[in-house]
């Protein structure tokens, strides 16, 4: 990433890949052999891709209700609206009705998408083009304003699934394309950056582990132990990825962090983060045993940065293993690869 040293842009392409599946189709083998100099243009590739295949597909359609003044009855009439609007001065009706149409958030998000990057100077001038050629099938959606607001207002099914992977590549792409435009000082983007990296990350271990493992994999939540049963105002413990072999549980938190070790002063000696070891410890105490035979471990798995000092350190805390590494992002995925199961193994070795 042009902001992140840490972490290649190929890399990024290798997370999406595991992350979301609908990578590994046909139309997409090709973007993962090319070089990008920025992410952008790789977020801009997988787009020009993706929405086309979406296109083939069908537009995700729904029912949409609509109100009209009309002299036709269809659907309900609304009298208290009729009235209000004095439609019968025209000798006509307010009416409501539900239609089957194209015309729904999910395409209004995607078509505002195509808007936003055709007329992007972040954008190379073919690419805009090809963004713009897109629209007409998007003619009978209607126009909306893009902000990232809209994606807190999706929900996703069975029927619209498909949809993500798309979405939310026009969701980091876009907010890429904001820090560009805005005069967000460059520490801020820093964390902006750490922010969309670190929910991929997560992602990323979950469904690698997932795939490439045959560990239980799940991502559970849960609550604290408590004596009383008195959970008020406590927050639900959520974890990243847990991986299960047998009477044996490994919690995984994954972090993503431009620092993964802190020092009290330049110069200092690097300790662990006292919230995140806090976390993980939290979440192992708390963990509901199946059995008294079950052990329970814990790993912080941060993405390695370019400091000296990584994180690489096993810790036995009231007989259960806590670990705390850190995954080099930054060389050939091969590598990645056997660094992840590597760091399970540990553990259930």
């Known amino acids: 990433m042009e902001r992140n040293e840490n972490i290649s842009i190929r890399n990024i392409y290798h997370m999406l890949s595991y992350a979301y599946q609908t990578l590994h189709l046909c139309e997409y083998k090709d973007v993962g052999s090319e070089s990008f100099e920025h992410v952008k243009d790789l977020y801009a590739e997988i787009l020009l891709i993706g929405i086309p295949v979406l296109i083939r597909g069908g537009l995700l359609k729904d029912y949409v209700r609509f109100e009209e003044a009309s002299n036709v009855v269809k659907g309900k009439i609304d009298l208290n609206a009729t009235i209000k609007k004095n439609a019968l001065v025209n000798k006509k009706l307010i009416v409501v009705y539900d239609e089957f149409s194209e015309d729904i958030l999910f395409n209004q998000m995607i078509k505002a998408t195509l808007v936003y990057l055709a007329r992007s100077s972040h954008i190379d001038k073919q690419k805009r083009r090809a963004f713009h050629g897109l629209l007409p ?3 009978e959606v209607s126009d909306v304003e893009l902000k990232l607001s809209l994606w807190s207002l999706i929900q996703y099914n069975r029927q619209n699934i498909r949809y993500q992977f798309v979405l939310d590549v026009c969701r980091y792409l876009y907010e890429e394309l904001l820090l560009d435009e805005s005069s967000t000082s460059e520490s801020m983007r820093q964390i902006q950056d750490e922010q969309r990296l670190a929910a991929l990350y997560e992602k990323f271990v979950f469904a690698f582990y997932k795939r490439e493992t045959n560990y239980h994999v799940s991502s559970p939540q849960f609550r604290w ?22 009477n044996q549980t490994l919690i995984i938190d994954t972090k993503f962090y431009t620092d993964n070790m802190v020092a009290r002063f330049e110069g200092g000696a690097a300790k662990q983060k006292t919230g995140n070891l806090y976390q993980i410890f ?9 059995s008294d035979e079950e052990t329970v471990g814990g790993m912080l798995l941060y993405a390695k940065t370019n400091a000296l000092n990584q994180p690489d350190h096993t810790y036995s805390m009231m007989g259960n293993q806590i670990f705390v590494v850190s995954l080099d992002l930054n060389q050939e995925f091969s590598g990645i690869k056997d660094e992840l199961i590597g760091f399970a193994e540990r553990y259930f070795n």
């Open 225 to 246: 132990k408590v004596d009383d049963e008195y959970y008020d105002a406590l927050p639900i413990m959520r974890t990243d990825v847990v991986l299960k072999k047998g």
């Open 137 to 139: 099938y998007f003619s």
């Open 282 to 290: 939290s979440y192992v105490m708390n963990w509901e045993r199946t």
